[in-house]
């Protein structure tokens, strides 16, 4: 018995690119959507003269947490650096471009499963928006490099390594395009 039968008609590079993008897309809704809250939090939260009050750690929430009267404090001190560091236009600029990338993200979970299931509408879009995710970690990118120290040591892998998969991410649908119009 011949398996041409048993094959289907589907390209098997849509199927393995779909669930990247899936999966890819999942976690990156959920990084833009936290950074999206963090800055929204950090924005709205912060005292207009800078000065964060002492830190308040009540025993029982250390001891939920696990962690030491020291480490709570680390941890508040941290923010605050974060929040002085950042100029006044970088929580928007940031807020902004989480928006659009959550938005984005959760559109490539969309035409990740368009891909996995072959649409042919499917690699266009996820060209498109890819390259959309690519553009938005250069903004990012752009944003994180006219900031301070602070910033970028918080800030410049997490982008980088995010402009690397979407780069590839891009790549993998063009090459998958020109194997489709080879055929």
């Not at 039968?5 to 990084?31: D, E």
């Not at 000065?51 to 923010?79: F, H, K, N, T, W």
């Amino acid at each position: 018995m011949s398996n041409q039968n048993n094959k289907t008609s589907l390209p098997h590079w849509a199927s393995i690119l779909g669930v990247i993008a899936i999966m890819l897309g999942v976690f990156l809704t959920a990084v833009h959507g936290n950074e999206a809250m963090k800055q929204a939090v950090v924005t709205q939260h912060m005292p207009a003269d800078g000065v964060m009050p002492p830190a308040d750690c009540p025993e029982e929430e250390l001891e939920e947490e696990g962690i030491s009267v020291a480490e709570c404090e680390y941890l508040i001190d941290r923010v605050q650096g974060v929040a002085l560091a950042a100029p006044d236009w970088f929580p928007n600029a940031q807020m902004t471009l989480s928006i659009i990338g959550t938005v984005l993200a959760f559109i490539s979970i969309i035409i990740g499963g368009a891909l996995v299931n072959y649409t042919p509408w499917a690699s266009k879009a996820a060209v498109t928006v890819f390259s959309g995710l690519a553009a938005v970690d250069l903004l990012q990118f752009a944003a994180v490099v006219n900031t301070g120290p602070t910033l970028r040591e918080v800030y410049l892998g997490g982008i980088l390594l995010w402009f690397i998969l979407h780069l590839m991410l891009v790549v993998g649908a063009l090459a998958g395009r020109h194997t489709e119009a080879e055929a």
